[in-house]
Nanobody
């Protein structure tokens, strides 16, 4: 019954901003690691950013300085603040969480950046 649900995607112009949210429900335990992945048409899924239980973060080189990952444990919510968006950021963004070597995925939210 563990479920992850993304929200906040949409259509923006280059240089704009979006804030993605991922709400976790149905769990009686916490994830060891959480992250945001994205997959563009015709491309492989790639890691965008990740965060640990102790709030350590990691970012793909392509988004460093533009994206910020954070979480609110009390609300069981993961965030991805995306600033200065570029057309190459266009993709379906997925939220994920890992515990005991098992990874859970959300359904994804579409982010489209026009040039």
């Amino acid at each position: 019954q563990v479920q992850l649900m993304e929200s906040g995607g949409g259509l923006v112009q280059a240089g704009g901003s979006l804030r993605l949210c991922c709400t976790v429900s149905g769990s009686t335990w916490s994830f060891n690691n959480m992250g945001w992945y994205r997959q563009a048409p015709g491309k492989q899924r790639e890691l965008v950013a990740s965060i640990t239980t102790s709030d350590g973060t990691n970012y793909a080189d392509s988004v460093k300085g533009r994206f910020i990952i954070s979480k609110d444990s009390a609300k069981n919510t993961l965030y991805l603040q995306m600033d200065n968006l570029k057309p190459e950021d266009t993709a379906v963004y997925y939220c994920s969480g890992t515990r005991l070597l098992r990874t859970y995925w959300g359904q994804g939210t579409q982010v489209t950046v026009s040039s």
